[in-house]
């Protein structure tokens, strides 16, 4: 069983839709817990950063934590052509000794 | 800052070369860490580094990789006798232990070997 389990999509949705990207872990050492998105041939960009469970918004991005289930989720309000990319889920514990990595979701919206 | 630098973007090696890659990590962000990712895959670690210490390497790293990060700033990734297989984008981030400890990174360097 891997460490991080994401469904790699792809996800095809309308222009303004909301999008629900979702990871599992099965790891309970895991404390910080991040999201990525990245373009074709591009380095990965930090979207969000949580540490604990909850909540935290920043503009049209949610990243919600329930430790209790290990499962994660970013969600993406009023959805953009601009956002199509692949998501990444990545998680650490407080070693910061090693990232693991959801294998990514593929998003598509369209115009 | 302009965040993680590294370098080269691209390179095309022939099987059985030797390719090294260079990372510029965030000033002043003392954990460094090296991935490695193929098409349609999550990035899969390789190596990290706290300051000039290498604390943590993969067991799937061959005898043909080696990492250094001397003065605890730049990295360079060397990987030796290259095969088809090692085709892939090698990805570097960084980090602080200080304040917010969210890791960053590069644009990457995608090898392709021949």
């Known amino acids: 069983q891997k460490e991080v389990e994401q469904d790699p999509g792809p996800l095809s949705v309308p222009e303004g839709a909301i999008v629900s990207l979702n990871c599992t872990y099965s790891?309970?050492?895991?404390?910080?817990f991040m999201w990525y998105r990245q373009y074709s041939r591009k380095g990965p960009e930090l979207l969000m950063y949580t540490y604990s469970s909850g909540n935290k918004e920043d503009g049209r991005f949610t990243a919600q934590v329930d430790k209790s289930s290990k499962y994660i989720s970013l969600f993406i309000r009023d959805s953009q052509p601009s956002d199509s990319a692949t998501y990444l889920c990545a998680m650490i514990d407080y070693n910061f000794n090693k990232f693991y990595f959801g294998s990514g979701t593929k998003l598509n919206v369209k115009p | 800052d302009t965040g993680v630098s590294q370098d080269p973007r691209h390179k095309i090696t022939k099987r059985g070369q030797n390719v090294t890659f260079r990372c510029d990590p965030i000033s002043e962000h003392n954990r460094l860490y090296w991935y490695r990712q193929t098409l349609g895959q999550g990035p899969e670690f390789l190596t990290y580094f706290q300051n000039e210490a290498q604390l943590e390497k993969s067991r799937l790293l061959s005898d043909r990789f080696s990492a250094e990060r001397p003065k605890g700033s730049f990295s360079t990734l060397e990987i030796q006798r290259t095969e088809q297989g090692d085709s892939a984008m090698y990805l570097c981030a960084s980090s602080s232990d200080q304040g917010e400890t969210e890791a960053f990174f590069g644009q990457g360097t995608r090898l392709t070997v021949v």
């Open positions: 790891n309970s050492a895991f404390q910080y």
